[in-house]
């Protein structure tokens, strides 16, 4: 509230004052505006000198660290005459510099005819700098560049993308522009949905003077993101929550908060329970969170719906992210246990886990064949080989859920 009082003085210093009370004296307010102004831009510029010592300290030790790993992998590389290919862009951009790009390719050797580049949106300003020479190079040779990539998922700035690069070009007599309009990937509904919600939270912005370069309303204008869908179908709910009032003047903001996420949990339980009865399987069904503690607290939520009636009738099978690691597959540790049977014969933890994981009727095959490899056959054959005869022979590829491990 004082930040916006104090933008409303200096964008209009006499706005809120009366003409009595200012008679003389608008010079000295117009002043005391610009003072003020002066502050204003002082205190911003400080904020963001403490904010960068207060992140600085957080992480000293790790940034000190990472400082130690650079210079010694820096020195390794000298030694051993060697090139981080993480540094190759900003070398390329060192030689090119004002000189003609040919004559880097020509003593390069090399030579391009057409180039595609995709996913283009994830490309850093470094990485523009050097690819706009290869595109004027290409050109020159009446050769073609074509660039695939989508603005909108240049938000997150993937390894330092920027996306204004995309942005900005336009369709001239050197540039065709095509926009893909068509969905082939979400539902009817899904696509109509994000047409008019992005349209729409982009003309907020623009109002609200947050979208100052006018970028983000162009992008999402309405010719712009309007999509023809492919696939019917498709369901879109939103649901906001108000916040929980207040039952007593002594209820802390700590009690107000437990009964917001009570309220959510109650919501997020329902909402499950309509999709199950519509027909939806919980295999189909995710739920995102901002952090690993909130999915911490969705888990334990859901491990106290024992007593829920409709949970109980079709209960959530759950499982930690624990359950994912390889050493948790049976399959791979089949594999594992076997190949140490092969190389110890005498290993008896790894025989007794080979035999309780293969069938009475498996049991001589198995074991004959183990005897085998155990001589100098897996010497000769191929250890990827080997790991598949050992998958073929215990059926590994055929137990459930074990294909992804």
Same mark, same amino acid.
């Given at each position: 509230?004082?930040?916006?009082?104090?933008?409303?003085?200096?964008?209009?210093?006499?706005?809120?004052?009366?003409?009595?009370?200012?008679?003389?004296?608008?010079?000295?307010?117009?002043?005391?505006?610009?003072?003020?102004?002066?502050?204003?831009q002082k205190t911003e510029e400080g904020l963001i000198c403490i904010n960068s010592c207060e992140l600085s300290?957080?992480?000293?030790?790790?940034?000190?660290?990472?400082?130690?790993?650079?210079?010694?992998?820096?020195?390794?590389?000298?030694?051993?005459?060697?090139?981080?290919?993480?540094?190759?862009?900003?070398?390329?951009?060192?030689?090119?510099?004002?000189?003609?790009?040919?004559?880097?390719?020509?003593?390069?050797?090399?030579?391009?005819?057409?180039?595609?580049?995709?996913?283009?949106?994830?490309?850093?300003?470094?990485?523009?700098?050097?690819?706009?020479?290869?595109?004027?190079?290409?050109?020159?040779?009446?050769?073609?560049?074509?660039?695939?990539?989508?603005?909108?998922?240049?938000?997150?700035?993937?390894?330092?993308?920027?996306?204004?690069?995309?942005?900005?070009?336009?369709?001239?007599?050197?540039?065709?522009?095509?926009?893909?309009?068509?969905?082939?990937?979400s539902g009817e509904r899904i696509v109509r949905f994000n047409n008019a919600l992005f349209v729409r939270a982009?003309?907020?912005?623009? +109002?609200?003077? &947050?979208?100052?370069?006018?970028?983000?309303?162009?992008? *999402?204008? $309405?010719?712009?993101?309007?999509?023809? #869908? @492919?696939?019917?179908?498709?369901?879109?709910?939103?649901?906001?929550?108000?916040?929980?009032?207040?039952?007593?003047?002594?209820?802390?903001?700590?009690?107000?908060?437990?009964?917001?996420?009570?309220?959510?949990?109650?919501?997020?339980?329902?909402?499950?329970?309509?999709?199950?009865?519509?027909?939806?399987?919980?295999?189909?069904?995710?739920?995102?969170?901002?952090?690993?503690?909130?999915?911490?607290?969705?888990?334990?939520?859901?491990?106290?719906?024992?007593?829920?009636?409709?949970?109980?009738?079709?209960?959530?099978?759950?499982?930690?992210?624990?359950?994912?690691?390889?050493?948790?597959?049976?399959?791979?540790?089949?594999?594992?246990?076997?190949? +140490?049977?092969? &190389?110890?014969?005498?290993?008896?933890?790894?025989?007794? *886990?080979? $035999?309780?994981?293969?069938?009475?009727? #498996? @049991?001589?095959?198995?074991?004959?064949?183990?005897?085998?490899?155990?001589?100098?056959?897996?010497?000769?054959?191929?250890?990827?080989e080997l790991v598949e005869q050992i998958v073929e022979l215990f059926a590994l590829n055929a137990q459930k859920?074990?294909?992804?491990?």
């Amino acid at each position: 509230v004082v930040t916006q009082t104090i933008d409303a003085f200096i964008a209009n210093p006499t706005d809120k004052i009366t003409k009595k009370f200012l008679g003389a004296r608008n010079e000295w307010v117009e002043r005391l505006a610009a003072d003020f102004a002066a502050f204003r831009q002082k205190t911003e510029e400080g904020l963001i000198c403490i904010n960068s010592c207060e992140l600085s300290t957080k992480n000293l030790n790790p940034l000190r660290l990472l400082d130690t790993i650079d210079k010694e992998v820096r020195a390794i590389n000298r030694e051993s005459n060697a090139f981080m290919l993480a540094y190759t862009p900003l070398l390329f951009h060192k030689l090119v510099g004002t000189d003609e790009v040919s004559f880097v390719f020509e003593r390069a050797g090399t030579n391009f005819r057409h180039i595609m580049i995709d996913e283009f949106q994830d490309t850093s300003r470094l990485q523009w700098a050097n690819l706009r020479h290869l595109f004027c190079e290409t050109a020159s040779t009446d050769n073609s560049s074509m660039i695939v990539g989508d603005v909108k998922q240049g938000i997150y700035r993937w390894r330092g993308g920027d996306w204004n690069a995309l942005a900005r070009f336009t369709d001239d007599e050197y540039t065709e522009i095509k926009h893909l309009e068509r969905n082939y990937r979400s539902g009817e509904r899904i696509v109509r949905f994000n047409n008019a919600l992005f349209v729409r939270a982009a003309q907020v912005l623009d +109002r609200d003077g &947050l979208d100052e370069t006018q970028l983000l309303t162009k992008l *999402y204008d $309405e010719r712009e993101v309007a999509q023809q #869908q @492919h696939n019917a179908g498709g369901f879109v709910r939103i649901h906001v929550l108000p916040k929980p009032a207040a039952q007593s003047e002594t209820e802390s903001e700590e009690e107000l908060a437990a009964a917001e996420e009570q309220e959510v949990e109650h919501e997020l339980a329902e909402q499950i329970v309509r999709m199950r009865k519509a027909g939806v399987p919980y295999d189909k069904m995710a739920i995102l969170v901002r952090v690993k503690a909130e999915a911490q607290q969705v888990l334990s939520f859901f491990e106290s719906l024992s007593d829920h009636e409709d949970f109980r009738k079709d209960p959530i099978q759950l499982m930690s992210d624990e359950a994912f690691l390889l050493e948790a597959s049976p399959a791979v540790q089949t594999i594992v246990h076997t190949l +140490r049977l092969i &190389l110890h014969a005498d290993d008896g933890v790894a025989r007794a *886990y080979v $035999e309780a994981h293969c069938s009475p009727e #498996q @049991h001589a095959e198995v074991f004959e064949k183990i005897h085998q490899w155990q001589g100098e056959f897996y010497r000769n054959v191929p250890f990827y080989e080997l790991v598949e005869q050992i998958v073929e022979l215990f059926a590994l590829n055929a137990q459930k859920g074990q294909a992804p491990y």
